[in-house]
């Protein structure tokens, strides 16, 4: 049986998890009971960097902030192969019930990131066994304040991805049943652009509008034309969605205001669309100055791009997990939510894997209070990850 292991990476990997998973299941649950936000994680990146000491991985802490990361060395020269979790918290207060619940209130692991916090330690223990039979190296990225969607710009600026070849990402998916695994060629999650608007007007008296510049107009015909960029300016072939998520103004039903504040979002899954959409929204408010006589303050700021796996990545990885599981790989749709793993993937060929994490018997959705995955996909998640590393690297 133990030559059987030596030589079997399936049955090696999955004995090698199965005996971790109990401990991992303790630090997600303590993960979980002490949520912390955005660049707050001091409290995580300890735990991370006490179990890395442990397992005796080289590591350094506060890079970008607050994150940690490890490095694997294989046992002879190759490509390094990135992997990331994510191990921030959402201002959420936690309605589970669960023993383990959040300790914190309005704090909540509300997105499973405790979960990948866990799966990359539990994935780092069983590759540095692995180590002597994979070439190259394993960089271990905790990274901060993904919710915020800045962690990992901020760990790219103090050098993460320096002689980084490739790079491994993961999600837990509750829509998809626990024991699946999913993937998405090409654009998979949307850029996340934000823009606010200010219309500024005269005030009056509503009874004499003559005597007025009324910013409420000219902010309701902005609200409307902002989604003719979407219909009408944008290939249909290319999904894009243009939100208005705040309109401010006025402070009561006679008075004609000063001004008027609008904050919104715009989501694409392609570069050409997103140029598209911030060239029109531009266009759109210096039009209001002229057909409204109003003067416009346009802070159009973009945020992650869009998340773009590479199929140099791609392919070997669900190859592994297949080798791993057999069939429980499906392909997916793209989703117009953002990740700013996608600042990895803008600078080094890059894969994000989803892992199900639904439990039987729940409909449970990301950043909900009530939102329970079933821990199960820690275990699958460090061996799916494992195998990857390893058939990458061999």
């Known amino acids: 049986m133990t030559g059987r292991l030596l030589n079997d990476p399936e049955t090696r990997i999955r004995v090698a998890t199965e005996a971790l998973e109990p401990r991992l299941v303790a630090i997600r649950r303590d993960i979980h009971a002490h949520p912390e936000l955005a660049f707050e994680e001091v409290r995580t990146a300890g735990i991370v960097a006490a179990e890395l000491a442990r397992m005796g991985i080289v590591h350094r802490t506060g890079i970008g902030r607050t994150g940690v990361v490890g490095v694997i060395e294989g046992s002879r020269p190759g490509p390094t192969l990135a992997i990331r979790a994510d191990m921030d918290a959402l201002p959420i207060h936690e309605q589970t019930g669960l023993d383990f619940a959040s300790t914190v209130d309005g704090k909540m692991h509300a997105c499973g990131h405790d979960i990948h916090t866990t799966t990359l330690l539990g994935a780092a223990e069983v590759l540095k066994g692995l180590a002597p039979q994979f070439a190259g ?7 901060p304040a993904e919710e915020a969607l800045g962690g990992a710009a901020a760990m790219v600026a103090d050098g993460v991805l320096e002689g980084v070849d490739m790079a491994l990402g993961f999600h837990n998916y509750p829509t998809m049943p626990v024991g699946r695994f999913g993937y998405c060629r090409g654009s998979t999650l949307a850029a996340a652009d934000r823009f606010d608007l200010v219309v500024h007007g005269q005030s009056g008296h509503a009874a004499h509008p003559e005597d007025a510049i009324d910013p409420i107009v000219a902010a309701a015909a902005f609200v409307g034309s902002a989604q003719t960029v979407v219909s009408r300016e944008i290939d249909p072939l ?69 998340l773009v796996n590479s199929d140099r990545v791609l392919d070997p990885a669900i190859a592994a997990v297949r080798a791993q599981f057999g069939e429980a790989v499906d392909e997916g749709r793209p989703s117009m939510g953002a990740e700013d793993f996608a600042e990895f993937a803008e600078r080094v060929p890059a894969f994000q894997l989803r892992i ?8 449970d959705h990301l950043h909900n209070a009530g939102y329970q995955p079933d821990e199960r996909c820690i275990g699958l998640g460090v061996q799916a990850l494992s195998r990857i590393a390893l058939e990458i690297l061999s």
């Open 137 to 143: 190296r394993v960089v271990l990225v905790f990274q």
């Open 356 to 363: 199900g994490s639904g439990a039987p018997g729940r409909d």
């Open 238 to 306: 290319l999904p894009a969605v243009v939100t208005i998520g705040m309109l401010h103004g006025g402070t009561a039903p006679n008075i004609i205001p000063e001004s008027v504040e609008l904050r919104g979002t715009v989501r694409t899954l392609h570069h050409v669309s997103r140029d598209t959409a911030e060239r029109a929204l531009k266009r759109l408010a210096q039009g209001l100055e002229a057909m409204h006589r109003v003067r416009c303050e346009l802070n159009y700021r973009r945020g992650v791009p869009p």
